[in-house]
């Protein structure tokens, strides 16, 4: 179920983000279980509908939002206001797949020239990205639609008038990896196109004039141990590290499968899932046991069917399989997309190992390939483990790390930096991971995402980050230790933000500290109020008051800083009649704008003897013996 919710029916697709609030009705929704590309049935998208409208009511508890929301909420102000920022002449989308048709459509505010500045490039076979399903077919439709008919304004655009829809360009020879590669990977896009026609756009093969090696299925029964010692097996050469090098990667299929593998193989080799290794490319890559570990399990034999209709299915192959059903077979789309999105990561060398399939379920696809001729067959001996290793420099280890780093895959970034010996970049990765891990987790577990944002805070203070590290502690809600990190580490630059931490922590005085040091004069003295630290208010006023002339906030919040200031005074009069010092609380009172708020303040706290005086000083005798009567006193 999981898996079909990125069908879900608010992920910035058409029919949505036309829609007022972004969300299709539940009617509309399961009519588009008859759609081109839809493989769920009406009983199935009821039930995810359902699931739908309580992850939207458990956003909408928690004050949240999401990108849907966000590219919902752009298009409706963007209808009612026009864009007004700057303009370019020229727009290049590059991996547009892993956009939604919503996410495309916003560009069109942002270029002058709508109907010749736009280059869209991109691989539908690469869309893996849950949520995303169209073809380039798909975008010159929004392009007309959305680009070109509206950018000439609603009149025409309701008139009807037609305009030139876009055409497809191919880039058919690849100048990155070898025929050898691109064969097998076009031997995975004809299963695509002949299951799933409609899921991809038709195009020619690719090409390519670099010469490479075939690539290798690997066959073994115990491959485990011997994987697990080969990646675990390293030693050095100079400045060199041997063994499974810096541009060789081992490409899985889930953090499960890369979680086991990491147990053994701990710092020596490069272990990415396929998602995280969209749009990264290597010279050599190791695809393991995807196909022994696909949740499809028999529907791969599907396959001989393929094989069959095509004349190609040899006596040794399975005879019994099954026919296409689209209901049934529907996740056999994605993991071709999958395995095709793997197969293109290598610029020279693919081993695909799958060991210890006990069940057949590699089998299919294997076959296939050895019928095509696609792939040369080999055991996972010592001559292979031999084989593959390579020399890679600490130099190199540090540069893919760094490449990893900028696309935030962090943990493998990490693995990089510690094998070049680059502790400060290693300890800058794992912060940022443990703070991206956070972000991911923040509103399913908001304790365990609080304990990674405090060791992520840690490390960054521990290597000099102080701003990602006082905005973790801040997030975390160690608003103390942010605060100290920005009063301690930014001279007076972060002040401001370190005075409202500490107001957060309740940590009143530290905060009228760092306010005052950085003469937000306002904010200073609101502190003072929240921690009745009126004393310390009355004190910073003065100096203010005198400095007036030279500032032109001070000159401007005179008002409010009045007001703030006859607060103080009250709240420190309060505090001096509790300790019972009468002189200091006149002296406060004494200090009142107005003779009124002084009578109304000894009234409310019943110092009359203290209000007869201060009328005889005014020389307001009757009031003070009309006082004085009410106390029952003769004047």
Known sequence: MLFHLKDIPKKGGLQAWNVRDGKLSCKDYISLSSSRVSTLSEPERQQIYEIFMQYEKKKKMNVEYDLADLVTDLHLRLKEKEYEAAKFDFVYIDEVQDLTMGQIALFRHVCRNVEDGFVFAGDTAQTIAKGIDFRFEDIRHLFYEEFVMKSRGDRIYGRGEKGVIAGISQLSQNLRTHAGVLKLAQSVIDLVYHFFPLSIDPLTPE??????????????????????????NSGDCGRSLVGFGADQVVLVRDDNVKNEILKYSGNHALILTISECKGLEFQDVLLYNFLSSSPIKEQWNLIYSFMKEKNILGHTSRWSFPSLDHAKHRLLCSELKQLYVAITRTRQRLWILETGDGEGFSAPMCDYWKTMQLVKVR????????????????????????????EQKYEPAKMCFERAGEAFLAKWAEASGLRAAAWNISTSNSDVAGMYLKNAAIIFNSIGKFEAAAKCFYESKEFNLAGSIYLENFGDSKLQEAGECFVRARSYERAAFAYAKGNFFTKCLESCLQGKLFNWGLHYIPYWKDHATQNNYMTRDKDGIDAIEQKLLKGAAVDYKKLGDKSAMMKCVKAFNSRNSMRNFLKTEGCLEELIQLESEWGNFMNAAMTAKGMGETT
């Not at 670099?210 to 697990?228: A, C, H, M, Q, Y």
């Open 379 to 406: 055991g996972l001996d010592d001559s292979f483990l031999e084989e593959i290793q390579v020399c890679s420099s600490k130099e190199e280890w540090k540069s893919r790390g760094i490449k990893l780093f900028n």
């Open 207 to 232: 090409t390519s004039l670099i010469d490479g090696e075939t690539p290798v299925l690997v066959e073994s029964r115990n491959g485990k141990i011997e994987f697990s010692f080969m990646l675990s």
